[in-house]
């Protein structure tokens, strides 16, 4: 299986700052003809299922907000939430969907 | 709009089959761009995908490795819908468990969840 690591497991932001979330792959999810990996990632509150944000690493799925933005070197990829609103408090995992493996997960708050 | 309504118990005594069922709206069962999934919840496995269902002239099922022996995904194209059955439960099973479209392998629409606790 294709392992997906998420750091940190948890982070505090003040309002209005940039929040950054990592993620490896232990092996590339690379589709070699378009040159983006298998990556997504996904937004989940409390109480609610996942929401998904972001394919193909940095695609925005249509009404997710700019301020997200996804970013990937080699199997190394990011979400970058580049002014942190209150309703961004989530909990944020990355997947590689080329075989369907989760990471453990990457908790924002507000500081 | 797509929407996933998922029904069943939330106790299952251990050994025993978990049977959920997830129907939709919005979407067919035997669509021939869609996968109707699996997921599961718990803190000490995390998102874990279980497997899906799918129609491509024909259907075909997809299982995670860990769970092949345990596990059946059913269609009923005659109430739009879709099934899971897990037998053999232990508590290790307790979770939440979602089903969720996907297009491509992307999961696009989740139904609202539901917590099964495998105890006796």
């Known amino acids: 299986d294709i392992v997906m690591t998420q750091s940190p497991d948890s982070l505090a932001v003040s309002l209005g700052e940039r929040a950054t979330i990592n993620c490896k792959s232990s092996?590339?999810?690379?589709?070699?003809?378009?040159?983006?990996?298998?990556v997504a990632w996904y937004q989940q509150k409390p109480g609610q299922p996942p929401k998904l944000l972001i394919t193909?690493?940095?695609t925005r799925k249509f009404g997710v907000p700019d301020r997200f933005s996804g970013s990937e070197s080699g199997t190394d990829f990011t979400l970058t939430i580049s002014s942190l609103q209150a309703e961004d408090v989530a909990v944020y995992y990355c997947?590689?969907?080329?075989?369907?493996?989760f990471g453990q997960g990457t908790k924002v708050e507000i500081k | 709009q797509v929407q996933l309504q998922q029904s069943g118990p939330g106790l299952v005594k251990p050994s025993q089959t978990l049977s959920l069922t997830c129907a939709i709206s919005?979407?067919?069962?035997?669509?021939?761009?869609?996968?109707w999934n699996w997921i599961r919840q718990s803190p000490s496995r995390g998102l874990e995908w279980l497997g899906r269902?799918?129609?491509?002239?024909?259907?075909?099922?997809d299982y995670a490795v860990s769970l092949k022996s345990r596990i059946t995904i059913n269609p009923d194209t005659s109430k739009n819908q879709f099934s899971l059955q897990l037998n053999s439960v232990t508590p290790e099973d307790t979770a939440v468990y979602y089903c969720?479209?996907?297009?491509?392998?992307?999961?696009?629409?989740w139904g609202q969840g539901t917590l099964v606790t495998v105890s006796s």
């Open positions: 969720a479209r996907d297009i491509s392998n992307l999961l696009d629409y």
């Open positions: 919005g979407d067919s069962v035997s669509s021939s761009s869609a996968a």
């Open positions: 269902t799918y129609y491509r002239s024909k259907w075909y099922n």
């Open positions: 092996q590339s999810v690379l589709h070699i003809s378009i040159n983006k990996s298998y």
């Open positions: 193909w690493a940095s």
């Open positions: 997947q590689q969907y080329y075989n369907r493996t």
